[in-house]
């Protein structure tokens, strides 16, 4: 695993955890994980049970005794190690969005190509039981022909103009702001639900252009999105909206969407993640119905607790890597995995090159 902090916590309680509670054919063995301080390394190897710990990923991702090179660290750092662990042959496991750019994005799942690997993307809201509940009401559908995605990700951690930078806030680690770090999610679950999307309008903007540094007289410069708004049609004829910022106050992880089809709707809200809002025609009233995701048949809960005893966010994650494991007992590739990253990279490239030109773009 390349990259301690949040993402580098979440996937490794994900990798602890996944074989106490699913039948898996393989053991995962926590071999090596990497980052650039050696004493913060040391610490989350100590607490996540790792073997090892290492401040080099470039030999980590050769070795001959790893299979699998998990990759959590920010977007600039994605595509060297990708590459460089898929010339090594590796099962490749990488955060989104993939990358920092198209062409990154493109060379990636062609070194994944070239070299066989089996590869995935982590968009781990797919693998909220309510969002794959979802998918499977629209697979068998209950909701109808598609008309409207209205997706929301608010979050409002940035709305103080004193709150210091960090990479997140520099396009040259980070890629782009609000677009790549929560529409690129937004974006995701629109292609996992309704479909692809055929060309998009777009704005960007950056609200505070300089800000704090810690431990610094100096200011650094912001240079990508706080928000990031787009108007999209789909290749099915459906419409959507996708609005995704970090000034949203009072909202901290308003991951929203609803879908309305010709028969019915599907509201979901991370917030309250073990429910499904649904509304249909054929139902006997004229109410959204809120199903509460928690009984052993709904999709990933029968490896949890009895029903009504919720599940949470580090959830998704275990879920994610539950399906990668699958796919590598299946001999098939999970998803999402590079291909979906790509397109993904499609959408934000042309949300960008939409709000630079201020026209409609295709995808
Ligand atoms: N799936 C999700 O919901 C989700 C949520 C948050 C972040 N992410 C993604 O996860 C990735 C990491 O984000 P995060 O929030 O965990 O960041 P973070 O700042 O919490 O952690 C980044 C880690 O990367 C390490 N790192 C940075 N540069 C490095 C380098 N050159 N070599 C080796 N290690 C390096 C840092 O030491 C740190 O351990 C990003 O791609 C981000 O977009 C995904």
């Known amino acids: 695993m390349i990259g301690y902090g949040f993402m580098g916590r979440a996937h490794s309680n994900a990798w602890r955890q996944v074989r106490s509670f699913f039948d898996v054919p393989y053991e995962p063995?926590?071999?090596t994980i990497c980052g650039r301080n050696e004493a913060e390394v040391k610490k989350v190897a100590a607490n996540f049970g790792w073997e090892e710990y290492s401040t080099n990923w470039e030999d980590v991702v050769r070795r001959d005794d790893i299979d699998l090179v998990d990759i959590c660290s920010p977007g600039h750092t994605h595509a060297p190690i990708a590459i460089q662990a898929a010339e090594s042959k590796k099962i490749l496991f990488c955060e989104k969005p993939l990358a920092n750019s198209l062409v990154e994005a493109q060379d990636m799942l062609e070194a994944a190509q070239r070299n066989a690997c089996v590869h995935m993307i982590?968009?781990?809201y797919?693998?909220?039981p309510a969002v794959s509940l979802a998918r499977k009401l629209i697979e068998e559908d209950r909701i109808g022909n598609i008309y409207h995605y209205r997706a929301t990700y608010l979050q409002d951690w940035l709305r103080n103009p004193e709150f210091p930078t960090r990479w997140r806030l520099d396009k040259s680690k980070a890629g782009s702001g609000a677009l790549g770090d929560l529409f690129s999610h937004s974006a995701d679950l629109g292609r996992y639900l309704v479909g692809e999307m055929s060309e998009v309008t777009a704005l960007l903007?950056?609200?505070v252009r300089t800000r704090p540094v810690v431990n610094d007289e100096l200011k650094a410069e912001v240079d990508v999105d706080d928000a990031a708004l787009s108007i999209v049609r789909f290749e099915n004829g459906a419409l959507g909206t996708i609005e995704a910022t970090r000034y949203a106050t009072g909202r901290k992880n308003f991951n929203r969407f609803e879908i309305n089809g010709s028969k019915g709707s599907l509201a979901f809200n991370l917030e309250r993640m073990n429910e499904l809002e649904f509304y249909s025609d054929e139902g006997p009233n004229s109410g959204f119905t809120t199903i509460q995701t928690t009984d052993r048949a709904h999709p990933y809960l029968r490896g949890w607790w009895p029903p009504g005893h919720i599940i949470g966010y580090e959830h998704t994650f275990t879920h994610t890597v539950l399906e990668l494991l699958w796919a590598?007992?299946?001999?098939?590739?999970?998803t999402p995995n590079f291909t979906d990253g790509v397109k993904n990279q499609r959408i934000l490239d042309a949300v960008e090159r939409s709000a630079n030109s201020r026209t409609w773009?295709?995808?």
């Open 29 to 31: 063995v926590l071999k």
């Open 122 to 124: 982590c968009h781990n």
């Open 126 to 128: 797919r693998r909220a």
């Open 205 to 207: 903007n950056t609200f």
């Open 328 to 334: 590598l007992a299946e001999e098939r590739l999970p």
């Open 361 to 363: 773009v295709s995808v």
